[in-house]
């Protein structure tokens, strides 16, 4: 979605550009992510549902709505069925429905 922002840290200073870049990580070993989503818009969002467009990567925790220009925290996990040589890049999917009045 267009409203919204992804960063890598809490304070919103660093964007995270899409597709995120996950990195490498052996077949078998976990690793998870902590992301901030930041909505841009004037309005509220709810219901909102994420995804992501990677079969071993998926979402632990997410908010289900988000204020207007305000922020909630995204975890996503990635457990590999295979070792890969090169890294791994997803795209976040954000669904939901802006609240307008």
Do not use: C
Request: glycine share 6%; hydrophobic share 40%; net charge negative.
């Amino acid at each position: 979605m267009a409203d919204f922002k992804i960063f890598e840290d809490k304070e919103l200073t660093k964007p995270v550009e899409d597709p995120i870049d996950l990195g490498k990580l052996k077949a078998g070993e976990t690793k998870r992510f902590t992301f901030y989503v930041f909505n841009t818009s004037v309005f509220p969002y709810e219901e909102l549902e994420f995804s992501v467009d990677h079969k071993e990567v998926i979402v632990i925790s997410a908010p289900t709505e988000i204020n207007e220009k305000a922020s909630g925290t995204i975890i996503l996990q990635w457990k590999p069925l295979v070792d890969i040589k090169r890294g791994l890049k997803a795209s976040l999917k954000i669904e939901g429905f802006q609240v307008i009045g």
